[in-house]
């Protein structure tokens, strides 16, 4: 069964960048959709980023002008590339592969935090 593993989070200060990086153990371009997704205690879990394999690239308007989301089929690899980055940019951040059909596969999280 193919894994996702998130990587690249931390602590930033406010105006920072973060790179986050989901590598998959399997090939995600059988995967219709790549996703990220972001959660706080006590909210639901919120789509930030989807990446599709026909290149189609959407994003949770709070985000847009300062995430980019990109895949590399070749690497099995997804990236989130976070700029100007605000404290309530602060949560867990999950990469997902066909969220919502069934066989999602999720990673285990990565913790961002930002500080004012």
């Known amino acids: 069964q193919m894994r996702l593993v998130e990587s690249g989070g931390g602590l930033v200060q406010a105006g920072g960048s973060l790179r986050l990086s989901c590598a998959a153990s399997?090939?995600?371009?059988?995967?219709?959709?790549m996703a990220w997704y972001r959660q706080t205690p006590g909210k639901q879990r919120e789509l930030v980023a989807t990446?599709?394999?026909?290149?189609?690239?959407t994003y949770l308007d709070s985000v847009k002008g300062r995430f980019t989301a990109s895949r590399d089929n070749a690497k099995n690899t997804v990236y989130l590339q976070m700029n100007s980055l605000k404290p309530e940019d602060t949560a867990v951040y999950y990469c997902?592969?066909?969220?919502?059909?069934?066989?999602?596969?999720w990673g285990q999280g990565t913790q961002v935090t930002v500080s004012s």
């Open positions: 997902a592969a066909d969220p919502l059909r069934p066989g999602a596969r």
């Open positions: 399997g090939s995600i371009f059988s995967f219709a959709v």
């Open positions: 990446s599709t394999r026909g290149g189609s690239i």
